[in-house]
């Protein structure tokens, strides 16, 4: 799964357009535990 050997998993660009309406948190609940994060507008990510 984590070939690239990714940290987190940030989704973006969902919900801009209604080709690509998306649900972030059912997206994030997919991958391993901690292994994604929804932000929203003001959040920070530290890694």
Do not use: C, W
């Not at 919900?15 to 929203?40: C, H, R, W, Y």
């Amino acid at each position: 799964m984590n070939g690239l050997r990714l940290k987190k998993v940030v989704p973006v660009h969902y919900n801009t357009f209604p080709v690509i309406e998306q649900d972030p948190k059912a997206f994030v609940d997919s991958l391993p535990s901690g292994m994604g994060q929804v932000m929203n507008p003001g959040d920070e990510l530290t890694l």
